[in-house]
């Protein structure tokens, strides 16, 4: 399928249009001393009084910590600000605290904003986190955030209040955007509903973050390019939603333990489109027929442990069918480990009716769904998963508001402002790998600051995959019989063990499986009594290769 790239060259015209060449005035801005704060609101505030902002570059020195004694705005002209170059850490720009212990923003601009080499810090001096720390005000405006980081919020990194802007999010690290007793806020770019030109993050890395990485919320985006990067322990529930894009590539990219939650019960994909009505043409100026989806070369992957989580611990739920209009078959389920590309092959059977969107767009060619795989990689240094705040939040069935949960957040070194020296998180994979040469010009797929490693000898030499998937159904059972749906990495024996809630063994059963899907039937006459049972299958291939699965079993 031929891929559209001729847009790529209007928005890189646009972003470049930008006055960052020519003749500029660097501004050195010295840190903070001592109890003096705001240094760099003061030096913004004298250029601008000088007449000459638009031929300014604020320039920031290596290590040093930039404390805001208020929100930075701006209006009519393009505000740049950067660290030096050299050796040392990033900038940090932070809010510090007023009498009352409040904090702001970092930065509202009204004008076109270029950030280069800075670390956004969304923390305040007392741990407090801000909401945004840039949120765009005003029409029309050009950012361009460059070999940055953006740490902390508890709700999106960059907000638009405002419309047709082009945003652009390059080479950069995004990470820890999450509110931690309600992380359905977590966004990297929030239009609030608001009409956008480009919407752009390519080749960063976003860990740690609760929801969308692209929210349109039903304002129309003209280009959308999400390209060349790794994510990360994100997106607890929130799919890769292209609502009112136009034109959008997804593509080259790694998501990893990206997007945990779905249901066998609903289609629940990865990618999810609408179709646009009348009143989003008359607003835009285009149909469904002009609009094109890019989503090739990308691995798709969640650990099985996040399933173990759910199915372990998450509550059940019962619904009908929508053709189900007597409510005859009531279907029992827990959310589980999502894996639907696009959509749930079971229901475009059996309920044409339910069909999503992004297939019809696949049925018309206005897809490009080439090479879209998973598979497990190996990285160097990666952020722990926070397994225990996923626990938390699904024993507590997804709503914990008020309450206080483990930590979610993923940070090298609490006690050290900005970027550390040692021990920084690595997403560096083994280049034996099919991410390695997965991406559509055969290099690697994800963010390029990351290198690649080489075992050697092969993957299949040095580890076995063996996370296999499990669930039960009918479940809650009814009757003496349940079936295990095992997705096997490989042909093993296993033997299936059920226990009470006290450890107590109450039945055995041995058998095999192939690689693959297998369905295995059980009779679980020995359980008499109402109740949550728990089961353990133990799996061991020819080579004594071994691995476990549990889950957890209800008896009406």
Known sequence: MKKNFYFLLFIGVLIFSLPTFGQKTVVVVEPDAGIEIGALNKAVDAVELSGVPDNTIFELRRDGVYLLNGTISHSGYTLHIRTEDGAGSKAVIQPSVDETGASAKQFEPSGDFILERVYILGRDEIGGLVSQPINVLADSCRILIDDCVLDYSDQSLIRTGSSMNVIMVKNSILRNCLRPDNPSNGRIIDTR????????ISDCTIYNNGATQLRSDGGGVNFANFDHNT?????????????YMFKVNVTNNLFYNFLYRGNNTDHDPLFRCDSIFDNMTERLGYTNADRFFDLSNNNWFVDDSIGHIMREYGPYYSKFYSWDTEHLDTIWYQEEKRTQWFANDYLLEMDPESTPDMIRFIENGQVDTTDLFREELEFINPPALNLDYWKFYTENGWGISGMNPPNPFADENPLVLGEVQSGAFDFGYNGNSRSATGADDGGALGAARWGLFNYPTSTKDIRLNLNNGVSTFPNPIENDLVTFKIDSRAASTIDIRVFDLLGKEL????????????????????????GIYLYKIEFETSNGEKSVSSGKIIRK
Request: aromatic content about 8%.
């Open 231 to 243: 994510v990360f322990a994100t997106s607890f529930n929130h799919n890769m939603a292209l609502d």
């Open 507 to 530: 039945q055995t059963v041995n058998g095999k499986v192939h690689e693959g899907e297998n369905l295995v039937d059980v009779n679980l006459d020995k359980i008499t009594f109402s």
């Open 193 to 200: 509903g608001n009409s956008n030109d480009t919407l752009w």
